[in-house]
């Protein structure tokens, strides 16, 4: 069974070591095979994929076991959301169902890096103008995680590869370490969510799917112009 979903699942999309080499802090790593799983476009109910297609949403799972990248921690590609109609971009919703994971923002004018700390339970909300990659930080434990997200756009994967990877690398034995095909940016700063609170403070109570056909709760993934306070706490003031 795959951690945080007792539903049908497809076949997941699979990112390997050789699709990951070009953001890899050591992009020589001899490493190989599978890194991570997703499972994209879930559902529980004809009703509740009939709403998501709906109101434009995707619900996903990602599973990331544990590894070692040449001493790096394991992590996703990296990748930016465009803008919406009105100009805003889109943000995303995450869930941590199983392990811990670090959050790794950075806005796209690199003026704000963010890592955020988040354990089982606790919710991420990406906000607007800000790439991301998710870190299973754990020697022995495998990291997943459900996301709620608009389908209304293509995630940006380019600026991660061209600059090889975010503005900071990870590595296993605690160091941050400045990627150097970036300009200076500021050091990172460091916000923890846990359950039953997002990173930015609020209260947040059920799983992430029980959103799921609560339009009022999920229309910032569509218009997040509408809701600026959904972010507040996560972005640079």
């Given at each position: 069974?795959t951690?945080?979903?007792?539903?049908?699942?497809?076949?997941?999309g699979?990112?390997t070591?050789?699709?990951?080499?070009?953001?890899?802090?050591?992009?020589?790593?001899?490493?190989?095979?599978?890194?991570?799983?997703?499972?994209?476009?879930?559902?529980r109910?004809?009703?509740?994929?009939?709403?998501?297609?709906?109101?434009?949403?995707?619900?996903?799972?990602?599973?990331?076991?544990?590894?070692?990248?040449?001493?790096?921690?394991?992590?996703?590609?990296?990748?930016?959301?465009?803008?919406d109609?009105?100009?805003?971009?889109?943000?995303?919703?995450?869930?941590v169902?199983?392990?811990?994971?670090?959050?790794?923002?950075?806005?796209?004018?690199?003026?704000?890096?963010?890592?955020?700390?988040?354990?089982?339970?606790?919710?991420?909300?990406?906000?607007?103008g800000?790439?991301?990659?998710?870190?299973?930080?754990?020697?022995?434990?495998?990291?997943?995680?459900?996301?709620?997200?608009?389908?209304?756009?293509?995630?940006?994967?380019?600026?991660?590869?061209?600059?090889?990877?975010?503005?900071?690398?990870?590595?296993?034995?605690?160091?941050?370490?400045?990627?150097?095909?970036?300009?200076?940016?500021?050091?990172?700063?460091?916000?923890?969510?846990?359950?039953?609170?997002?990173?930015?403070?609020?209260?947040?109570?059920?799983?992430?799917?029980?959103?799921?056909?609560?339009?009022?709760?999920?229309?910032?993934?569509?218009?997040?112009?509408k809701?600026?306070?959904?972010?507040?706490?996560?972005?640079?003031?």
């Open positions: 069974m951690p945080g979903w007792n539903g049908a699942l497809p076949a997941p699979i990112r070591v050789r699709d990951m080499k070009s953001v890899l802090a050591e992009p020589r790593c001899p490493e190989t095979g599978a890194l991570y799983f997703m499972y994209r476009d879930l559902a109910s004809a009703p509740d994929r009939c709403w998501l297609a709906q109101n434009r949403l995707r619900y996903d799972v990602t599973v990331i076991p544990p590894r070692d990248l040449c001493g790096e921690y394991v992590k996703t590609k990296g990748h930016y959301h465009p803008a109609p009105a100009g805003t971009g889109y943000p995303e919703l995450y869930e169902t199983q392990g811990e994971a670090f959050f790794l923002l950075q806005s796209r004018t690199l003026d704000d890096i963010v890592l955020i700390h988040a354990g089982t339970g606790a919710r991420v909300a990406i906000p607007p800000y790439g991301h990659i998710t870190i299973n930080p754990s020697p022995d434990a495998t990291l997943a995680l459900a996301n709620l997200v608009s389908t209304a756009f293509e995630s940006e994967y380019g600026e991660y590869e061209t600059l090889h990877g975010a503005a900071y690398y990870l590595m296993n034995d605690g160091r941050i370490v400045k990627n150097r095909h970036y300009p200076e940016v500021p050091p990172v700063r460091h916000l923890t969510a846990v359950k039953g609170r997002d990173a930015a403070g609020r209260a947040c109570t059920g799983s992430l799917y029980s959103l799921v056909s609560n339009r009022d709760a999920l229309a910032f993934l569509n218009e997040p112009e809701y600026p306070d959904v972010f507040t706490g996560l972005t640079k003031d």
